[in-house]
């Protein structure tokens, strides 16, 4: 090219590099400049993976890879819309593509956003995880006194990812009720006893359980 300028269409990567001219003045006198230029295409095929397996509290390790097509100049993390930070828990790999978790804690749920950042594109993909735990802090609400002939119900609660399922003993016996609220329609002195609610977790197989007292008092008619 003999021109002062110097014109590239349809640019491709390999068009990245650094440009030189040389001029040489009617006086013969030669001068010289250069410039660089980086190409960049926009990033594609962004995703994020992590474990496909069930995560559980204090047990499990998390790995999220990021993955992208494209000259990358920054990635960021985030959790739940804020910035995710470093610990020692919580690491980094050296190019800042992926992070590792361990071990996990509830607080660990939620969502996960990578970005990926050049001058000319931003992409932001997510991933989700969920920390199983639990069941923890079982009790039971409900009178420990009643009169008879009354209708009362013990409500059993747990923490628990998931939701933990319930079983009932009467007095070290099984029961059929496998749901959170044990019901007694009307109240006779055979209910007098010791409950026993055990909330269970499918996923951590854990179990743990909570007692009550419940008394049945009041006076019983004498048919004559």
């Known amino acids: 090219m003999n021109t002062l300028a110097l014109e590239l269409q349809n640019l491709r990567l390999n068009d990245s590099g650094i440009y030189r001219l040389s001029v040489t003045t009617s006086a013969f006198e030669a001068l010289t400049g250069e410039t660089s230029l980086q190409v960049f295409e926009k990033i594609s095929n962004a995703s994020l993976i992590g474990p496909e397996e069930s995560l559980i509290e204090g047990y499990s390790s998390a790995s999220i890879t990021s993955e992208g097509t494209g000259i990358i100049s920054s990635v960021e993390w985030m959790k739940d819309n804020s910035p995710l930070s470093p610990s020692n828990r919580i690491i980094f790999s050296p190019d800042n593509r992926s992070v590792s ?49 009354v209708r009362v119900s013990l409500s059993c609660s747990a923490n628990s990812e998931p939701s933990a399922s319930f079983s009932w003993r009467f007095n070290g016996k099984d029961t059929s009720v496998t749901t959170h609220t044990f019901t007694i329609e009307k109240t006779n002195f055979t209910h007098s006893g010791d409950y026993e609610c055990t909330a269970s977790n499918s996923v951590t197989k854990r179990s743990d359980s909570q007692r009550h007292a419940l008394l049945v008092k009041g006076k019983q008619l004498k048919l004559t």
């Open 101 to 149: 978790i361990s071990p996990v804690q509830r607080s660990d749920s939620g969502e996960y956003q990578c970005t990926y950042r050049n001058p000319v594109s931003s992409v932001t993909v997510k991933h989700s995880l969920i920390i199983n735990y639990g069941p923890e802090d079982v009790s039971i609400e409900g009178p420990n006194e009643v009169n008879l002939g």
